[in-house]
């Protein structure tokens, strides 16, 4: 059985269960509200190996880190590249994600309004990154690596969904990338999970409720 513990938000567990549901594989919501982690009335943060979630379980093995979870999932699902070339290509792009989430929550969390111009200007140069890649694979018609999806692209895209949800034009400037999300998301199985009650009633972070 496969259990995802994590707060009621979409957070650092989205691109997991956007893997798991657009691959088909059915997992259970371990979901810990947030005055109980605090509390320690689970004991959950007392046992959490560096004192975070989401937790992932994959019958008696167990892993934190939302990147070594999406990793993991990634190999064990068979979207995580063919050759070790390829394999470390989309470690890279991975990382480029992560470098774009972590801004994000960094204006989310820190900086907020005040920094926003800047923050944007920034998010422009960042997508430019991501546009000029998705431009030499199939001239933008495909993903981030190679001819299938991969861990990274349910990453970015879920990265990509939060930037929407704060500057609606922010692709604008970005055909190739605006197309992409697109075509990810209309996926038959992600967009039926996109659908679900469970993902409609989480938020994007704390800060959204």
């Known amino acids: 059985e496969l259990v995802l513990t994590y707060f009621p938000v979409r957070g650092r567990a989205e691109p997991l269960r956007l893997l798991l549901a657009d691959q088909g594989i059915s997992w259970t919501e371990d979901e810990v509200q947030m005055q109980d ?27 934190y880190q939302s990147s070594t979870i999406l990793r993991y999932l990634g190999r064990k699902y068979g979207v995580a590249g063919s050759n070790e070339q390829e394999k470390t290509i ?17 204006f989310l969390f820190i900086d907020n309004e005040a920094n926003k111009d800047k923050y944007l200007e920034e998010l422009s140069k960042q997508l430019g ?11 933008g018609t495909k ?15 879920d990265t990509l969904q939060c930037n929407l949800d704060f500057s609606p034009t922010c692709l604008s400037a970005f055909p190739l990338m605006s197309a992409y999300v697109e075509r990810v998301l209309k996926r038959s199985k992600l ?6 009650d469970g993902r409609k009633r989480r938020p994007i972070t704390p800060k959204h409720k």
Do not use: H
Request: aromatic residues 16%; charged residues 30%.
């Open 191 to 196: 967009s039926e999970y996109l659908k679900s």
């Open 37 to 63: 982690w605090v509390s320690g009335k689970r004991d959950l943060k007392k046992n959490a190996v560096f004192g975070q979630l989401p937790c992932f379980q994959d019958g008696d093995f167990e892993l």
């Open 129 to 139: 990154y991501f546009e000029n890649i998705l431009s030499k694979n199939a001239n």
């Open 90 to 106: 989309i470690e890279m792009m991975n990382d480029g994600v992560e470098d774009l989430r972590m801004k994000y929550y960094k």
């Open 143 to 157: 993903f981030l690596v190679g001819d299938g999806i991969t861990y990274a692209d349910y990453n970015l895209v």
